[in-house]
Nanobody, 120 residues
Framework: QIQLVESGGGLVQAGGSLTPSCAAF????????MGWYRQTPGKQRELVAT???????NYADSVRGRSSVSRDNATNMVVLQVNDLNNEEAAVYYC??????????????WGQGTQVTVSS
């Protein structure tokens, strides 16, 4: 079992930066990747950025070039930074973890989500 504790989020001015962080606790030894996703009402949850154990990163096209994701393997924390935030990026941001359960098998775990509001 994995527990995820998120912090950050809240009210961000348009053009400002968002820097939520997430810590993983529990059976952390088989975490394959950590990352951030976001969801708005009526839409599917979408990728923002992920980072693997080997620190390979993947970004959504919409944030590439103005965001970064970092991970501390020792503390099992993942930190996202998105700069130049716009109104359309107001959403609930979720920390997600991919947990390896075997060869070509994994489970996904999610944090409780943190609301991000963008003010004009």
């Amino acid at each position: 079992q994995i527990q995820l504790v998120e912090s950050g989020g809240g009210l961000v001015q348009a053009g400002g930066s968002l820097t939520p962080s997430c810590a993983a606790f529990g059976s952390i030894h088989h975490i394959a990747a950590m990352g951030w996703y976001r969801q708005t009402p009526g839409k599917q949850r979408e990728l923002v950025a992920t980072i693997t154990n080997g620190h390979s990163t993947n970004y959504a096209d919409s944030v590439r070039g103005r965001s970064s994701v970092s991970r501390d393997n020792a503390t099992n924390m993942v930190v996202l930074q998105v700069n130049d935030l716009n109104n359309e990026e107001a959403a609930v941001y979720y920390c997600g973890v991919r947990y390896s359960t075997g060869v070509d098998a994994s489970d996904d775990y999610w944090g409780q989500g943190t609301q991000v509001t963008v003010s004009s």
